[in-house]
């Protein structure tokens, strides 16, 4: 289908748009190399100290003022709240002259304070680099510790509760949470490096000093901090130094002209981003028709928003490659319970949000090997042969069970999937397991968290892992992932597959080729336990912790989001599904989740937005299940 | 104003879409007459009856050209209701009850009778008190003029089936000022007895000055009740006698002549038949809802095509489905002399039973699929052909597959973008081929056709056709051509069975004469077996 002629005008529109961002963005990268621009930034850069060392004077003076105000006011027995008012008037005033005064910096010569603050950022640099690597190994180990707190805490918490159990959101939240580097101690070495500044420094001040008259001698060690900070925002690349400039207001010194250039030189990037959005824009405008035919209008628009997220995530300066490493990890994570979605689409059970009683099976198999405290790849494969071998029978009976209530399976399978974790939320207090890795310390039953650690945690993920541009690819895990997509993709092409899926479409079609359509239903209803005993398996080692009790309640919705996004409706799926909408959910999930921690810098309502978005998506997916797909 | 008719309904047209249901159909009736409006399926009846009464699938698709005149005066109807309002009623033929009510509350239903209470006083007469009394009164009255003794206080849901019919005529007749009532096949559901009775009734109704039309496709009670007939066919009226003028021979006529020319230039047989019998039925019951089959015997020689005619919801649908296993059945069937289990579609399919169901967009199809899955899925299934080994497992080989139907494509002409694109975006004579190639690929040696041109175009059913005689011709293919329309059965079938009410009525020759086969389709044995 051609496109219409206003589709034509709207994606040239967005083209040129496209293009004009483009250039100015590598015009802004062009500018970053010319010494006019690095010139500008040595200039912004004095300004900066300037400004900071005078800001210092202005404190000063304004404190100064308001002290001068007090007592004279006192002399004059002024009542309690005149006192503090007119502290704060005269306070103003004399902040406000000498704002005018020193602010005003450009008459300064600064050849001397040049040198002087140029030498004191080399000796910085030494310093700067070992000080990030020590801080970035605190972080590590301080955000370990925050998650085994977590751990622990959910663990401790008493059976029963609704929230007993952490979520891999709350999990990946505290990975985003700002690091506490109050109990940052600098090593030795570092300690060293920093007294070891002090020449420099002092020159430097003496510069500053001679400059600005009326600097005192006290403040040396006051301005020591803030003069560091404002100086080493050289070492961390174009965009940081101009920004901690600029938080000085030190770009206030040029003239317009100059200004705008710097600007172009600073969002280059951002500038980039949305070169690439109005060309993607362009490009679906443009391909709007054979696009939302082959992928179907839900896919569109997901993608549509993932790609917008791409962007956002881009111009909120969120580390674009640890977030790739995130939506792999969780595609991968999450897949092969997707997947479990399949045949029970196949055969004609629609969703089967009962797969909660394959996660039992693969549950129990799995505390059987942590029981007998087995460890890699042995424990794994107990565990997932032994979650096959118990999901047989289970899924033969439920499969059964959905024969004779045909008609109204989405109803009875949720509510067998709820029903069979709250059975299990008895059972696991119960169940005769003995190792006390795996109780209570007090009393008997089964902990809710198990940390997989020190049994098969992170197996899969780490088996053959790389790193590819700072995106660590979880090889192991995938190809997991997509070794049990290629065995169901085989099994589709199958005498019984095919006649299974036929009889999930059409049931009287089939019958009239003599396929026995109650039987094919058992068998997918038996394939898709069996996948969820070993996609929980998967999921657990690569979550890091096995979840008993009400963690399980959930996973049916999130996989059949998962599967729906994808592409599939109640009556038809195929693989292909599983995997794009995997990616794609657990994508905008993921992505969603950090641009909605940082464009919603407060603690709480970032906490609201990940609820809206993660239950916003399933939602979307759970309106497109009605659909009785492509005509 | 005297007026000579109570209902005028000139030069009705109205088209569905591309294709015309009536052109130019007229019906007058006059007061106190009972008019039967007879035609086969697809005459044009129903649209005519929609068209009265107003019903919004008439008006969604378009309205309709033509005037309609109710006691002299030209109307407009756009509502069920407005048609009430006029003195026209309907009598379903499904019944319109609610079983849980009384007869009386069925009668008076949101015609009540009220009576004003303290409380209606003050909050208005929606809150009026039944007049209980009245009601019962009406109710006795009505059911005393259609003959009925039964009491007005029973409950719908203990009445037997015939006798909500006659609450049904009750309850339109207590309506004030009915000119005009329609009844719609009243007889279908009824007992011989329970039909008589119901045609006394219709004739004191007549009596009362209130004009009848009567919608039956039973010849001989047109004869028993009517004063006149209007026949329609395919949307046109063929004519409008007193019945005094007619006889059954002459309507039966009237309803299925259709000239002589055939729909295709069927060649004639080069070898005459081997006279064996393929096909042997004897006793056959199907269980199939709306099309039982209820003690069917039938011979079916091999090399032969046989057609299987009649009205909709006589059974003829019920035989294929039934000997194919796909309702239960019960009865005996031999096919080349081997005795075939019933109720076993994947048996009937491995001796060589093939079926092209009536059902193509419900049974016959896997729409979402492509062509060449939907062509090789039974022989997948049955014969476990176009199967590759890979390690254990047997798959399906997609090469195989697709030459397989890229060969059917170019033998049937199935036209497509390509065997992979799904079916349910070909066109519907397309789709009949891609059902008959998939049956083929079985390599039948007996095939059964259900209602292979339903909903399809008039190039498209020629093709579909066609080809059905060639396979015939070419390969020996013994054909069972299961279809509602006569002349399709008589431009190709060597012969041609009328069932009526689930049994053979009569095994005619394509050439036999039109009243033999309208009258056949009425469920009246002609004197003449043919062959």
Same mark, same amino acid.
């Given at each position: 289908?051609?496109?219409?002629?206003?589709?034509?005008?709207?994606?040239?529109?967005?083209?040129?748009?496209?293009?004009?961002?483009?250039?100015?963005?590598?015009?802004?990268?062009?500018?970053?190399?010319?010494?006019?621009?690095?010139?500008?930034?040595?200039?912004?850069?004095?300004?900066?100290?300037?400004?900071?060392?005078?800001?210092?004077?202005?404190?000063?003076?304004?404190?100064?003022?308001?002290?001068?105000?007090?007592?004279?006011?006192?002399?004059?027995?002024?009542?309690?709240?005149?006192?503090?008012?007119?502290?704060?008037?005269?306070?103003?005033?004399?902040?406000?002259?000498?704002?005018?005064?020193?602010?005003?910096?450009?008459?300064?010569?600064?050849?001397?304070?040049?040198?002087?603050?140029?030498?004191?950022?080399?000796?910085?640099?030494?310093?700067?680099?070992?000080?990030?690597?020590?801080?970035?190994?605190?972080?590590?180990?301080?955000?370990?510790?925050?998650?085994?707190?977590?751990?622990?805490?959910?663990?401790?918490?008493?059976?029963?509760?609704?929230?007993?159990?952490?979520?891999?959101?709350?999990?990946?939240?505290? @990975?985003?949470?700002?690091?506490?580097?109050?109990?940052?101690?600098?090593?030795?070495?570092?300690?060293?490096?920093?007294?070891?500044?002090?020449?420099?420094?002092?020159?430097?001040?003496?510069?500053?000093?001679?400059?600005?008259?009326?600097?005192?001698?006290?403040?040396?060690?006051?301005?020591?901090?803030?003069?560091?900070?404002?100086?080493?925002?050289?070492?961390?690349?174009?965009?940081?130094?101009?920004?901690?400039?600029?938080?000085?207001?030190?770009?206030?010194? *040029?003239?317009?002209?100059?200004?705008?250039?710097?600007?172009?030189?600073?969002?280059?990037?951002?500038?980039?981003?949305?070169?690439?959005?109005?060309?993607?824009?362009?490009?679906?405008?443009?391909?709007?028709?054979?696009?939302?035919?082959?992928?179907?209008?839900?896919?569109?628009?997901?993608?549509?928003?993932?790609?917008?997220?791409?962007?956002?995530?881009?111009?909120?300066?969120?580390?674009?490659?640890?977030?790739?490493?995130?939506?792999?990890?969780?595609?991968?994570?999450?897949?092969?319970?997707?997947?479990?979605?399949?045949?029970?689409?196949?055969?004609?059970?629609?969703?089967?949000?009962?797969? @909660?009683?394959?996660?039992?099976?693969?549950?129990?198999?799995?505390?059987?090997?942590?029981?007998?405290?087995?460890?890699?790849?042995?424990?794994?494969? *107990?565990?997932?042969?032994?979650?096959?071998?118990?999901?047989?029978?289970?899924?033969?009976?439920?499969?059964?069970?959905?024969?004779?209530?045909?008609?109204?399976?989405?109803?009875?399978?949720?509510?067998?999937?709820?029903?069979?974790?709250?059975?299990?939320?008895?059972?696991?207090?119960?169940?005769? *397991?003995?190792?006390?890795?795996?109780?209570?310390?007090?009393?008997?039953?089964?902990?809710?968290?198990?940390?997989?650690?020190?049994?098969?945690?992170?197996?899969?993920?780490?088996?053959?892992?790389?790193?590819?541009?700072?995106?660590?690819?979880?090889?192991?895990?995938?190809?997991?992932?997509?070794?049990?997509?290629?065995?169901?993709?085989?099994?589709?092409?199958?005498?019984?597959?095919?006649?299974?899926?036929?009889?999930?479409?059409?049931?009287? *079609?089939?019958?009239?080729?003599?396929?026995?359509?109650?039987?094919?239903?058992?068998?997918? @209803?038996?394939?898709? @336990?069996?996948?969820?005993?070993?996609?929980?398996?998967?999921?657990?080692?690569?979550?890091?912790?096995?979840?008993?009790?009400?963690?399980?309640?959930?996973?049916?919705?999130?996989?059949?989001?998962?599967?729906?996004?994808?592409?599939?409706?109640?009556?038809?799926?195929?693989?292909?599904?599983?995997?794009?909408?995997?990616?794609?959910?657990?994508?905008?999930?993921?992505?969603?989740?950090?641009?909605?921690?940082?464009?919603?810098?407060?603690?709480?309502?970032?906490?609201?937005?990940?609820?809206?978005?993660?239950?916003?998506?399933?939602?979307?997916?759970?309106?497109?299940?009605?659909?009785?797909?492509?005509? | 104003?005297?007026?000579?008719?109570?209902?005028?309904?000139?030069?009705?047209?109205?088209?569905?879409?591309?294709?015309?249901?009536?052109?130019?159909?007229?019906?007058?009736?006059?007061?106190?007459?009972?008019?039967?409006?007879?035609?086969?399926?697809?005459?044009?009846?129903?649209?005519?009856?929609?068209?009265?009464?107003?019903?919004?699938?008439?008006?969604?698709?378009?309205?309709?050209?033509?005037?309609?005149?109710?006691?002299?005066?030209?109307?407009?109807?756009?509502?069920?209701?407005?048609?009430?309002?006029?003195?026209?009623?309907?009598?379903?033929?499904?019944?319109?009850?609610?079983?849980?009510?009384?007869?009386?509350?069925?009668?008076?239903?949101?015609?009540?009778?009220?009576?004003?209470?303290?409380?209606? #006083?003050?909050?208005?007469?929606?809150?009026?008190?039944?007049?209980?009394?009245?009601?019962?009164?009406?109710?006795?009255?009505?059911?005393?003029?259609?003959?009925?003794?039964?009491?007005?206080?029973?409950?719908? #849901?203990?009445?037997?089936?015939?006798?909500?019919?006659?609450?049904?005529?009750?309850?339109?007749?207590?309506?004030?000022?009915?000119?005009?009532?329609?009844?719609?096949?009243?007889?279908?559901?009824?007992?011989?007895?329970?039909?008589?009775?119901?045609?006394?009734?219709?004739?004191?109704?007549?009596?009362?000055?209130?004009?009848?039309?009567?919608?039956?496709?039973?010849?001989?009670?047109?004869?028993?009740?009517?004063?006149?007939?209007?026949?329609?066919?395919?949307?046109?009226?063929?004519?409008?006698?007193?019945?005094?003028?007619?006889?059954?021979?002459?309507?039966?006529?009237?309803?299925?002549?259709?000239?002589?020319?055939?729909?295709?230039?069927?060649?004639?047989?080069?070898?005459?038949?081997?006279?064996?019998?393929?096909?042997?039925?004897?006793?056959?019951?199907?269980?199939?809802?709306?099309?039982?089959?209820?003690?069917?015997?039938?011979?079916?020689?091999?090399?032969?095509?046989?057609?299987?005619?009649?009205?909709?919801?006589?059974?003829?649908?019920?035989?294929?489905?039934?000997?194919?296993?796909?309702?239960?059945?019960?009865?005996?069937?031999?096919?080349?002399?081997?005795?075939?289990?019933?109720?076993?579609?994947?048996?009937?399919?491995?001796?060589?039973?093939?079926?092209?169901?009536?059902?193509?967009?419900?049974?016959?199809?896997?729409?979402?699929?492509?062509?060449?899955?939907?062509?090789?899925?039974?022989?997948?299934?049955?014969?476990?052909?176009?199967?590759? #080994?890979?390690?254990?497992?047997?798959?399906?080989?997609?090469?195989?597959?697709?030459?397989?139907?890229?060969?059917?494509?170019?033998?049937?002409?199935?036209?497509?973008?390509?065997?992979?694109?799904?079916?349910?975006?070909?066109?519907?004579?397309?789709?009949?081929?891609?059902?008959?190639?998939?049956?083929?690929?079985?390599?039948?040696?007996?095939?059964?056709?259900?209602?292979?041109?339903?909903?399809?175009?008039?190039?498209?059913?020629?093709?579909?056709?066609?080809?059905?005689?060639?396979?015939?011709?070419?390969?020996?293919?013994?054909?069972?051509?299961?279809?509602?329309?006569?002349?399709?059965?008589?431009?190709?079938?060597?012969?041609?069975?009328?069932?009526?009410?689930?049994?053979?009525?009569?095994?005619?020759?394509?050439?036999?004469?039109?009243?033999?086969?309208?009258?056949?389709?009425?469920?009246?044995?002609?004197?003449?077996?043919?062959?």
């Amino acid at each position: 289908m051609k496109p219409k002629k206003s589709q034509w005008i709207a994606a040239g529109l967005l083209l040129v748009l496209a293009l004009g961002l483009l250039t100015a963005g590598v015009w802004g990268f062009v500018l970053r190399g010319q010494p006019a621009t690095s010139d500008a930034m040595l200039r912004m850069r004095n300004y900066a100290v300037l400004r900071t060392a005078a800001g210092a004077i202005v404190n000063n003076i304004y404190l100064q003022a308001k002290l001068d105000a007090r007592a004279y006011a006192r002399a004059q027995k002024f009542s309690r709240n005149q006192i503090t008012v007119y502290m704060d008037e005269q306070g103003e005033l004399a902040r406000k002259a000498a704002e005018e005064k020193y602010y005003n910096t450009l008459g300064i010569d600064r050849t001397e304070l040049s040198l002087a603050v140029e030498s004191f950022e080399n000796s910085l640099s030494e310093y700067s680099r070992l000080e990030a690597a020590e801080k970035e190994a605190y972080a590590e180990v301080w955000r370990e510790q925050q998650a085994a707190l977590a751990a622990q805490k959910a663990s401790e918490e008493t059976v029963g509760t609704e929230d007993e159990t952490i979520s891999e959101d709350d999990m990946m939240a505290s @990975t985003i949470q700002k690091v506490d580097y109050s109990g940052f101690v600098p090593s030795a070495e570092l300690a060293a490096l920093y007294e070891a500044l002090t020449p420099a420094y002092d020159a430097m001040y003496t510069a500053l000093e001679n400059a600005l008259p009326d600097l005192e001698p006290e403040m040396k060690d006051k301005l020591r901090e803030p003069l560091i900070m404002v100086v080493r925002g050289g070492e961390s690349g174009f965009n940081a130094e101009y920004d901690s400039y600029a938080a000085t207001g030190a770009q206030g010194a *040029f003239e317009s002209s100059e200004k705008t250039r710097m600007l172009v030189a600073r969002q280059a990037p951002n500038l980039l981003m949305l070169a690439f959005g109005a060309l993607t824009a362009a490009l679906s405008v443009l391909y709007y028709r054979p696009l939302q035919r082959s992928l179907g209008m839900p896919r569109l628009v997901i993608s549509a928003f993932f790609i917008l997220l791409c962007i956002l995530a881009g111009l909120y300066n969120i580390n674009v490659a640890g977030m790739f490493s995130t939506v792999l990890w969780r595609t991968g994570m999450y897949g092969v319970l997707a997947l479990a979605m399949l045949p029970g689409i196949q055969a004609g059970i629609s969703l089967n949000m009962g797969m @909660t009683v394959g996660i039992i099976a693969g549950l129990v198999s799995t505390l059987v090997a942590l029981e007998h405290n087995m460890t890699g790849w042995g424990a794994f494969f *107990f565990s997932v042969i032994g979650g096959i071998i118990l999901a047989l029978p289970i899924g033969f009976l439920y499969g059964k069970l959905l024969n004779h209530l045909k008609g109204s399976e989405m109803t009875v399978s949720t509510y067998v999937g709820f029903s069979v974790v709250s059975l299990f939320c008895i059972a696991w207090m119960l169940l005769p *397991f003995k190792n006390p890795k795996l109780t209570w310390a007090l009393g008997s039953g089964l902990r809710s968290m198990h940390n997989m650690g020190d049994s098969f945690g992170q197996l899969l993920d780490d088996f053959l892992s790389f790193e590819v541009l700072g995106v660590r690819v979880p090889t192991g895990l995938l190809l997991f992932f997509l070794l049990c997509c290629f065995i169901m993709w085989l099994f589709s092409r199958s005498r019984t597959g095919i006649a299974m899926i036929a009889g999930g479409a059409n049931s009287r *079609f089939a019958e009239a080729a003599g396929v026995n359509v109650n039987k094919m239903r058992i068998i997918g @209803t038996t394939i898709s @336990t069996v996948i969820a005993a070993v996609g929980i398996i998967v999921y657990s080692q690569s979550f890091g912790f096995m979840q008993l009790y009400n963690g399980p309640k959930q996973m049916g919705f999130v996989s059949a989001s998962a599967i729906l996004i994808g592409g599939a409706t109640v009556k038809r799926a195929k693989v292909s599904h599983v995997i794009i909408g995997t990616f794609l959910f657990q994508g905008v999930l993921a992505l969603g989740i950090q641009v909605a921690n940082a464009a919603i810098a407060e603690g709480g309502l970032s906490e609201v937005m990940r609820i809206l978005i993660s239950n916003g998506i399933i939602l979307y997916a759970l309106t497109q299940s009605g659909g009785e797909g492509r005509d | 104003m005297p007026f000579e008719y109570v209902l005028e309904m000139n030069h009705i047209t109205k088209h569905y879409g591309e294709s015309t249901v009536l052109s130019e159909a007229t019906l007058q009736v006059r007061p106190g007459e009972i008019h039967a409006l007879l035609g086969e399926n697809g005459a044009g009846k129903s649209t005519l009856m929609n068209i009265l009464f107003g019903m919004p699938v008439i008006h969604s698709t378009g309205g309709f050209k033509g005037e309609i005149k109710v006691g002299g005066d030209t109307v407009n109807i756009h509502s069920p209701k407005e048609a009430m309002n006029l003195g026209i009623g309907m009598v379903h033929q499904e019944f319109m009850l609610i079983p849980g009510f009384t007869i009386t509350e069925n009668i008076k239903l949101n015609r009540e009778i009220s009576k004003p209470n303290l409380i209606s #006083r003050i909050l208005g007469h929606e809150l009026e008190s039944l007049d209980h009394a009245a009601m019962k009164r009406d109710a006795r009255a009505a059911l005393d003029s259609v003959g009925v003794d039964i009491p007005e206080n029973t409950l719908v #849901r203990t009445l037997p089936v015939g006798y909500m019919q006659f609450v049904e005529i009750a309850r339109e007749i207590d309506k004030t000022g009915v000119k005009l009532l329609v009844f719609d096949e009243p007889t279908a559901v009824l007992t011989e007895s329970e039909a008589d009775q119901l045609i006394a009734v219709m004739k004191s109704i007549a009596e009362r000055g209130i004009a009848i039309i009567f919608i039956t496709h039973r010849l001989n009670e047109v004869m028993k009740a009517a004063d006149t007939v209007t026949v329609l066919r395919d949307g046109k009226l063929v004519g409008t006698k007193p019945i005094s003028q007619t006889n059954l021979t002459d309507m039966a006529g009237m309803m299925i002549g259709r000239g002589e020319e055939g729909i295709i230039d069927t060649p004639s047989r080069e070898h005459t038949l081997s006279g064996k019998v393929a096909l042997r039925v004897r006793d056959l019951f199907v269980e199939m809802p709306g099309e039982a089959v209820k003690g069917l015997d039938l011979d079916v020689m091999e090399g032969e095509i046989i057609g299987i005619g009649g009205l909709a919801g006589q059974g003829k649908v019920g035989l294929p489905n039934g000997v194919m296993g796909l309702y239960p059945s019960k009865g005996t069937v031999e096919l080349f002399g081997e005795e075939l289990p019933l109720n076993d579609p994947t048996t009937a399919l491995a001796k060589g039973l093939s079926m092209v169901s009536e059902d193509r967009r419900g049974v016959g199809l896997l729409l979402e699929e492509s062509i060449e899955d939907n062509i090789a899925f039974n022989a997948i299934q049955v014969k476990r052909e176009f199967l590759t #080994r890979a390690g254990f497992f047997k798959l399906r080989s997609g090469r195989a597959v697709r030459e397989h139907a890229k060969e059917m494509i170019q033998n049937l002409d199935i036209r497509c973008t390509s065997p992979a694109q799904s079916t349910g975006t070909l066109s519907g004579g397309n789709q009949q081929k891609v059902c008959i190639a998939r049956a083929l690929t079985m390599k039948p040696r007996f095939l059964f056709v259900s209602e292979p041109t339903r909903g399809i175009d008039i190039g498209a059913k020629s093709l579909v056709l066609d080809t059905l005689v060639r396979l015939n011709r070419e390969q020996g293919l013994t054909i069972v051509m299961v279809s509602s329309e006569l002349m399709e059965l008589r431009s190709i079938c060597d012969r041609i069975v009328i069932v009526a009410e689930g049994k053979v009525a009569s095994i005619l020759r394509p050439d036999s004469p039109d009243a033999d086969f309208g009258l056949a389709m009425s469920g009246i044995k002609t004197q003449e077996e043919a062959i």
